[in-house]
């Protein structure tokens, strides 16, 4: 069954050129790209797309950090696109947890750099497309 997920290249990512490298590995797999955006996330985005995580202690370094600079939104979509790209991007810390071959693994480097966002179930997703992309 074919699914949608949403995936964003975080803005350390950008900043790092890894954006080419993290749409090959999506397209490699064989997931396809349903909409594709750079842009400047502002607060009430970041605020909305992150909102289990409010009031946790690394919630205000979160959002600094996701609107700190460009990033690009992507909705891909395939047969399990959801847990098919959360295995792409590996464990959340890049470090003890993503394995190397994983997006975060190869290149991450400590927890809040860690590249790369993907949906953790299909009913995020559905939210967070309709944050991210609106129109779609
Ligand atoms: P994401 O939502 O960004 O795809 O990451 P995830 O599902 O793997 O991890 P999640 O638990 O949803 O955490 C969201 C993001 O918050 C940052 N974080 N920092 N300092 C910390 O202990 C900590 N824990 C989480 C990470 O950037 C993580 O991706
Ligand atoms: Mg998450």
């Keep these: 069954m074919s699914e949608r997920t949403l995936v964003l290249v975080k803005p ?48 205000n370094d979160l959002v600094d950090f996701i609107t700190g600079g460009p990033l690009v939104a992507l909705v891909v979509e395939g047969v399990r696109a959801v847990p098919a790209f959360r295995q792409l991007a590996g464990g959340t810390d890049p470090v003890e947890k993503a394995t190397p071959g994983t997006i975060r693994g190869d290149f991450g480097t400590e927890v809040q750099f860690n590249l790369v966002h993907g949906s953790d179930s299909v009913e995020s997703a559905e939210r967070e497309i309709k944050i991210w992309f609106p129109n779609l």
């Design 12 to 59: 350390d990512g950008v900043a790092r050129g890894l954006v080419g490298e993290v749409i090959a590995r999506i397209e490699r797999k064989g997931l396809k790209l349903a909409a594709l955006e750079l842009r400047t996330a502002d607060r009430a985005t970041a605020e909305q797309h992150y909102a289990e995580h409010d009031g946790k202690s690394f919630y």
